[in-house]
């Protein structure tokens, strides 16, 4: 009995002494898991610093592309088309082939009034070897009517009879010009069996094939267009017109504006067009249904690259904006139409800043209030920060300079 009472106080004893132990590890663990928390490096962050420096406001309008002249082609006969001389989409000169009506009927008809004329022309030489006869009656009779050698009825006869021979002689002269005209009439018509090009450009899609039957009610055979170079027609709004007139109140000052005006063709693949193109003219009257002013550009295509329909936008540099505030895209964010910026001080603390935003120029935005030149302000790593964070601040690398340097 005495063994039982000596080993009971022996086990209550190892088991306070197992809970201190374990009572201890976990105070110890959650001591240095507080102070592990509380020794977290600042948040590596990439800044960039807010730049002033005059900056161009560009303009971007979406265009449409279209030829610098562009001609239809159509039937002026009717007839059967016999041949095609061209490849569709191949550049043309003035006058090439493009297609041959079936000319038979035309050289036909052709050949039927150079005849026709030939007998006109017959008949007016006939009619004036009669006229001749006849005034030779008259020239006869007249001095023996004087003497009454002869008759007065006989020199009234000659008189009627040279007086009918002149008139058949009009007559013949009237039917051979009647007979010309056909003849040219003819000509004409076999000249518009061959459907030629009007203007060196880049020929379209055959619009009716050999074979088939074209009136000139038929519509368009082909079109073929200028291209090079090409025109870019882009819309502006009213207010963007009347600025751009005002800033340049006088007709010469405009011109000189117009003429200097540099623009730029954004691709349908969001690429630049290597060649710049020039102002060419606004049209007449601003759109009543969307307020709107419809412009036009030329753009050099000397390897026709550019085609009629194509689409585009077309940019330029409508002003430039004195000591503008820059700031990378990355670093404005938009929360509830509001913007807002990290910024950091000279203390590496983070306070965010409400700001008021401009036009966008590349990958940087205008700044109009809010920040002062020399701030900085995090440009990666927003997501990251809090106000009075402390923060790692690390130049800001733009993402394009990286991909340059790869």
């Known amino acids: 009995m005495g063994m039982v009472f000596i080993k009971k106080p022996e086990r209550r004893f190892a088991k306070c002494a197992h809970a201190l132990v374990i009572a201890l590890v976990v105070s110890s663990t959650i001591g240095c898991g507080e102070k592990s928390s509380g020794s977290l490096p600042p948040a590596s962050v990439e800044v960039a610093q807010v730049e ?23 039937a002026q006969v009717t007839g059967y088309l016999l041949r095609q001389g061209y490849q569709e989409g191949s550049f043309v000169k003035k006058g090439q082939l493009l297609f041959e009506i079936d000319p038979r009927p035309f050289q036909a008809a052709l050949d039927q009034a150079e005849g026709q004329l030939a007998q006109a022309t017959a008949n007016l030489a006939n009619a004036k070897a009669v006229q001749g006869r006849t005034q030779l009656d008259v020239e006869r009779y007249t001095p ?17 009879n040279n007086l009918a021979a002149e008139a058949t002689v009009a007559t013949a002269e009237a039917a051979i010009k009647t007979d010309a005209a ?38 368009v055979v082909t079109s073929v267009s200028t291209v090079d170079p090409i025109k870019a027609y882009f819309t502006v709004s009213e207010s963007e017109y009347l600025d751009w007139n005002k800033r340049f109140p006088t007709e010469t000052s405009r011109d ?13 693949d969001g690429s630049t067009y290597a060649r710049e193109g020039t102002f060419y003219f606004a049209d007449r009257q601003v759109n009543i249904g969307t307020g709107a002013i419809r412009l036009a550009a030329l753009f050099p295509n000397p390897g026709n690259i550019l085609r009629p329909g194509g689409y585009g936008r077309v940019r330029t540099a409508v002003r430039i904006q004195k000591d503008a505030l820059l700031v990378p ?9 509001a913007y807002q910026v990290a910024v950091v001080d000279h203390e590496n603390k983070v306070s965010i800043q409400t700001v008021s935003v401009g036009d ?39 993402a394009s300079t990286t991909a340059e340097a790869r």
């Open 52 to 74: 002033q420096r005059d900056v161009p406001i560009y303009g971007e309008w979406i265009g449409t592309l279209d030829g610098f002249v562009n001609a239809d082609v159509r």
């Open 144 to 160: 023996l009517a004087k003497e009454q050698a002869a008759s007065q009825q006989d020199l009234d006869n000659a008189v009627q």
């Open 182 to 219: 056909a003849v040219e009439t003819a000509k004409i018509n076999l000249d518009f069996t061959r459907l030629i090009a009007p203007i060196d450009g880049i020929a379209g899609q055959a619009q009716l094939q050999v074979g088939a039957l074209v009136t000139p009610s038929s519509g």
């Open 256 to 268: 000189v504006a117009d003429k200097n005006l540099r623009l730029q063709l954004i691709l349908a």
């Open 329 to 337: 895209q990355r670093a404005v964010t938009e929360l509830q139409g």
């Open 360 to 398: 966008r120029v590349g990958s940087d935005w205008i700044i109009t209030e809010g920040l002062k030149p020399g701030d900085r302000v995090v440009a990666e790593g927003v997501q990251k920060v809090r106000p009075g964070a402390q923060v790692n601040p690390k130049p800001y690398v733009p």
